[in-house]
Every structure is written in C-alpha cells, then in structure tokens.
C-alpha cells in the first residue's frame, strides 16, 4: 500500500509562483509513474502532468500548463514535484498527486492506484 501526502499549496498572486510536492510512503517509489491532478469546486477532476517511472525523463502535461508547470522527481527522497509558475486564477484548485504502479498507462485518473489526499492552491486576480 502506497501512501502519498502532498504539500506546498497555498494562496499566491496572479503570475507568482508555486512548488508542490508529494511525498510518497512506497518502498519502490521508483518503479511508480507519478501523476499531478486538480479539481475545483463543483468540476471534475483533470489531469495536470506526469512523470515516467525510473528516471523519469519523460514528462507529460495538459494544454492548459504546458509551458508554465514542470513535473520532476527525486526517486532518492521519494518524492515528486510540480513547479507551477505564471500562475493564473483558473489554475485554483486542490491538487492531488498519485501514482500509477504499472508505468505510465494513461493521463485519466482512472490508471492511478494511489491518490493523496490534495493541497489548495488558490490564485488570486
């Protein structure tokens, strides 16, 4: 059982900036496809990025971060990142990461095994 805890939200201006991270209990941290996700009040859950397992060079991120969010990780802290900058208020959300055990099979929530329990991230006008 995997156990994910996401921290680093908060409230920031307009165009600031952001770094969340999600801590991850797993001992195969490594061998774990890792996903970022948010979900405003009354929406659906969408997905934000992903991060390939290993060394986790391939990266994946919706239209709506590109350019502005990065996901990484350190597999030696167990441990995933979301660098979000030029932060617009459509990003306010709570952001949930999670993760995939069998690789990178999809950007749907439906492929995650594991979610945390999400951090707010309120953007401000």
């Known amino acids: 059982q995997v156990q994910l805890a996401e921290s680093g939200g908060g409230l920031v201006q307009a165009g600031g900036s952001l770094r969340l991270s999600c801590a991850a209990s797993?001992?195969?941290?490594?061998?774990?496809?890792m996903g970022w996700f948010r979900q405003a009040p009354g929406k659906e859950r969408d997905f934000v990025a992903a991060?390939?397992?290993?060394?986790?060079?391939?990266?994946y991120y919706s239209g709506s971060v590109k350019g502005r969010f990065t996901i990484s990780r350190d597999n030696a802290k167990n441990t995933v990142y979301l660098q979000m900058n030029s932060l617009k208020p459509e990003d306010t959300a709570v952001y949930y990461c999670?993760?995939?055990?069998?690789?990178?099979?999809?950007?749907?929530?439906?492929?995650?095994?594991?979610w945390g329990q999400g951090t707010q991230v309120t953007v401000s006008s």
């Open positions: 999670a993760a995939d055990l069998a690789g990178l099979r999809g950007t749907e929530s439906r492929y995650y095994d594991y």
């Open positions: 797993g001992r195969t941290f490594s061998s774990y496809a």
């Open positions: 991060i390939s397992r290993g060394e986790g060079g391939i990266t």
